[in-house]
């Protein structure tokens, strides 16, 4: 009986192909694109903001809301509201603000690449 030394090579050669045809790159995740919608109701305590997110960046959106503060480019780490949507637009209502004070705003949304912020709206209360 003749044995055959092609047979190796070619098992060699199939189970390589495999390993390569199932590697596959992983999807590449973006940041969340979005804006920050004009302020509208503004009272002397209250008004309502809002945002949309436009481009979720490829990744599930896994916090929303509008972030806000007293002084410029305000960021999660100032005062913010939570639970909006996934995407789309979408409002809130602040409440228990100081009146005849300048407040600033940005949507902001939030996946597995990071946080992104919408552009800088300001507004100030009532007296």
Known sequence: MKK?????PV????????IFASCKKDDVVNMPVLTTAAVTNVTSTTATVGGEITDNGGGDITA?????????APTTANTYTT???ASGAYTTDLTAL????TYYLRAY??????????????FTTLP
Do not use: Q
């Open 11 to 18: 098992i060699a050669l199939i189970f390589i192909s495999g």
């Open 4 to 8: 055959s030394f092609f047979s190796l």
């Open 64 to 72: 929303s809301g509008v972030c806000y503060a007293t002084v410029a």
């Open 109 to 122: 949304a939030t996946n597995s690449a990071g946080t992104s912020y919408g552009n800088e709206v300001s």
């Open 98 to 101: 100081a009146p005849a004070t």
């Open 83 to 85: 639970g909006a949507p």
